[in-house]
Nanobody, 122 residues
Framework: QVALIESGGGLVQSGGSLFLSCAAS????????MNWFRQAPGREREFVAT????????YYADSVKGRFTIARDNAKNKVYLQMDSLKPEDTAVYYC???????????????WGQGTQVTVSS
């Protein structure tokens, strides 16, 4: 029943921009921290960015700081990732992630989207 659906990926030249969206359904959206992760072929999935339930707190991986911006719209049950100054190293499948831990790490609940491909050409 829970679904996270990413969109907005595509092919862009180095230095260009893309705007990713993740539409969530089947969950109480504003109780979840929302994250973006990415995974390149042959690589481990890596953290990209996170945003708190109210959108006020964000944190980014060092590799994307100053270039990416995460935001959320709780009224629309969506989280976004604005990606600017893209580099070939940003090429990956980008995944939307929703997570909450009602009583602590022992009962973490999380969901993942199917991913959207971002390809940055040099």
């Amino acid at each position: 029943q829970v679904a996270l659906i990413e969109s907005g990926g595509g092919l862009v030249q180095s230095g260009g921009s893309l705007f990713l969206s993740c539409a969530a359904s089947g969950l109480t959206f504003d109780t979840y921290t929302m994250n973006w992760f990415r995974q390149a072929p042959g690589r481990e999935r890596e953290f990209v960015a996170t945003v708190s339930w109210n959108g006020k707190n964000t944190y980014y991986a060092d590799s994307v700081k100053g270039r990416f911006t995460i935001a959320r719209d709780n009224a629309k049950n969506k989280v976004y990732l604005q990606m600017d100054s893209l580099k070939p190293e940003d090429t990956a499948v980008y995944y939307c992630n929703a997570v909450r831990s009602p009583t602590g790490p022992q009962d973490k609940i999380d969901y993942w989207g199917q991913g959207t491909q971002v390809t940055v050409s040099s």
